[in-house]
């Protein structure tokens, strides 16, 4: 490509001054136009401006009252939807006052705030927030007994309208006894830490250099301003309560947040489960319609890798030009399974909630073909040729490469209320395979996960993998079989060495990789295994596990977790990954991981909160830690009410 350099151009002085002339009205137009859209505070009452807002807002809804709800939501039924309709109509009371008695009135008799008021009312304070539970959030009904078309029908929009209308309450959570409060504080604390410092040093960039106190542009984003740490992180301040904070990062996002005019080349799997998937959680909490908007944008311009002849979609995608590939080291021009296999659970979500079914499609094709391809000893090799069809390298792992699509089966099954069975057929084929396979035990007794290369064992297990712990045992604890003993035995074996891979370590962290031979046990052997990134896989399998044993060393352990990451993560200015995680003094890396926020302190903050925040039965977590809402057991689903036709964005 050649420019013009500025010898070569001709001069022409006339031209620039009528620029320079245009640029100074046209500021100046801009800045009288600005003035305009500041003063109405200044101009009239602020009482008729609250009124004409309020008005805008509502809609007609505000003066012909809501239809009544779906039997099944019932006040007296629901103690659930009751807790969070009283917050929203008190909310409202004390915003309006006086001001418009009668239509709320209305909506106060039948028991439903008016819809767009309440989607944009303001959280509740945290300060109401830490109320006994029996107050707040009883758990709703198992998914079996729920009635998913009360609130999705599309000859009556009331439930879904109604369904709309609620918003998760912030940092909710019943009151614990004084020494879980504690921890609970300081895992909100370290959240505070890790954001304000983000907020910084790095504010709409991806992630932070917390000892350089500079934005990490080296990060899977890149340098593009994506806001990475604010997508990923925003769900976790929401369930802590965190509101100011929650609010900095929702007027970023949207002001700021757009995939439009710029020309990154994006990895469809990290963008999905960080971006997409963050912003599908938000819209499950708050009923805000930006955040549907902007993940169906971001899903969109993802969709170009999915034109491949066999509709398994390339790694990368450039936003700009939909151009897309994959990676040069992945066998042969393979696709990798953890990638485009775990996309299901935002793009089916999407679907639902835009009435779009095209999201759904391109996920049920890539179901569609897994399900039919030969699978070398019932399992599942982590290369796929997108083109071809064929597997590539016959190398497989519930670690990097494997990990989530494992993940992925169990939890469409589990986010579909139990309907997709075709999901749950498949992740037991693939784990009862695994066991087989894979799964072993070291010579003084630790349940591990290798790696199969042909058919060679290796016997090496990833930190990553140790996210299987809680597969494992969420997938004994949802459906009785012959089985279920099976998976709760290994999930609780995989998640105690994982454990153990941690405090083998002086630092009490965990290694990338840990290895079991004649020498040693779940401990790094080589020196590019020993780092630590912050990762979040073995909190997620001990949050998993409290939750389904109540077994008080999940929570012994999660708490000696945060003393290490205190005493050798945390930095003044952020917390840092570290290089060896065997060395008593071991150099930080000066990366924040957006998923550290995302993921590692959210499932923390969980093991330490009570069952009624985010129930099992209720929520299904990404692989991002991002709750999702199980259909016909949550409220919160919001499904769309009519299918629109598919679009053409492909
Ligand atoms: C996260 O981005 C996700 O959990 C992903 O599935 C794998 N690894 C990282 C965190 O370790």
Redesign the pocket.
């Known amino acids: 490509m050649y420019r013009i350099g500025p010898i070569g151009r001709k001069s022409n002085f006339h031209s620039r001054e009528k620029c320079l002339i245009g640029l100074v009205l046209v500021t100046l137009c801009f800045l009288c136009f600005g003035g305009i859209f500041l003063l109405p505070d200044n101009f009239g009452s602020e009482r008729v401006l609250r009124v004409y807002k309020h008005f805008q807002k509502a809609g007609p809804e505000i003066f012909i009252p809501a239809p009544p709800l779906a039997a099944h939501a019932s006040r007296d039924e629901d103690p659930h939807i009751m807790g969070d309709r009283e917050r929203l109509q008190q909310k409202i009371r004390a915003e309006l006052g006086d001001i418009l008695e009668e239509p709320q009135a209305a909506a106060a008799a039948i028991g439903v705030a008016p819809p767009n008021e309440a989607a944009d009312a303001e959280p509740v304070p945290v300060a109401q927030q830490e109320q006994p539970v029996e107050q707040q959030q009883p758990p709703l009904a198992p998914a079996s007994a729920a009635q998913p078309d009360d609130t999705t029908s599309n000859n009556n929009n009331n439930a879904a309208y109604a369904a709309s209308a609620l918003k998760l309450p912030m940092g909710m959570g019943r009151e614990l006894e004084p020494s879980m409060q504690e921890k609970r504080l300081k895992v909100k604390e370290m959240m505070e830490h890790a954001w304000h410092n983000y907020k910084l040093y790095a504010w709409g960039k991806n992630e932070l250099r917390p000892l350089s106190q500079r934005p990490h542009s080296g990060s899977i984003f890149g340098s593009y301003d994506l806001g990475a740490t604010i997508v990923d992180g925003l769900d976790t301040l929401y369930i802590m309560g965190l509101e100011k904070e929650y609010k900095e990062g929702r007027d970023w996002i949207e002001r700021k947040f757009s995939l439009d005019n710029i020309s990154a080349e994006l990895s469809v799997f990290e963008t999905n ?1 960080r971006f997409v998937g963050g912003m599908l959680t938000l819209y499950a909490f708050t009923g805000d319609p930006l955040y549907k908007e902007k993940a169906q944008h971001i899903a969109d311009k993802l969709l170009p890798a999915f034109q491949t002849p066999t509709g398994i979609p390339y790694a990368l995608v450039n936003t700009k030009t939909g151009v897309a590939k994959n990676y040069g080291w992945a066998s042969g021009g393979s696709s990798i399974l953890s990638e485009f296999g775990t996309l299901h659970l935002e793009f089916a979500y999407l679907s639902d909630i835009t009435g779009n079914p095209l999201y759904r499609e391109r996920v049920q094709t890539i179901r569609q073909v897994l399900k039919e391809m030969e699978k070398p000893k019932g399992l599942y090799p982590n290369f796929l040729n997108p083109k071809t069809g064929k597997w590539g390298q016959l190398h497989m792992s519930l670690g990097a490469l494997g ?2 699509y494992y993940e992925y089966l169990l939890k469409a099954w589990l986010q579909s209320g139990q309907t997709d069975e075709e999901a749950r057929e498949m992740y037991d084929e693939a784990m009862l395979a695994i066991i087989d396979k894979m799964v072993r035990t070291s010579p003084n007794g630790l349940t591990y996960v290798s790696d199969l290369k042909f058919d060679r064992l290796e016997h090496k297990m990833d930190h ?1 993998a140790c996210f299987s712990g809680g597969l494992f045992a969420l997938g004994a604890a949802t459906r009785q079989s012959e089985h279920t003993d099976k998976y709760m035995e290994v999930g609780k074996g995989i998640t105690n060495t994982c454990h153990e891979s941690y405090i083998r370590a002086p630092t009490q962290l965990g290694p990338e990789a840990f290895r079991f031979s004649d020498a040693a046990e779940a401990r790094a052997l080589r020196s590019q295994e020993k780092y630590y990134i912050l ?3 073995t909190f997620e399998s001990y949050f998993v596990l409290w939750r389904l044993t109540h077994d008080q060393k999940y929570r012994d352990w999660g708490w000696d977790a945060v003393q290490a990451l205190e005493k050798y993560c945390r930095t003044p200015h952020g917390y840092c990954g570290l290089r060896n995680v065997y060395q008593q003094d071991p150099q930080k890396d000066d990366v924040q991981q957006s ?1 550290f926020l995302a ?1 590692t302190l959210k499932y923390l903050y969980l093991l330490f909160s009570d069952d009624s925040v985010l129930p099992l039965d209720e929520w299904v977590f990404n ?2 830690a991002h709750p999702l809402p199980i259909k016909g057991a949550n409220i919160y689903y919001r499904q769309a009410p009519a299918a629109q036709p598919a679009s053409n964005v492909s």
Request: proline share 9%; glycine share 0%.
């Open positions: 489960i990990d989530s990553l990762r979040p896989e998923f993921e692989t991002e």
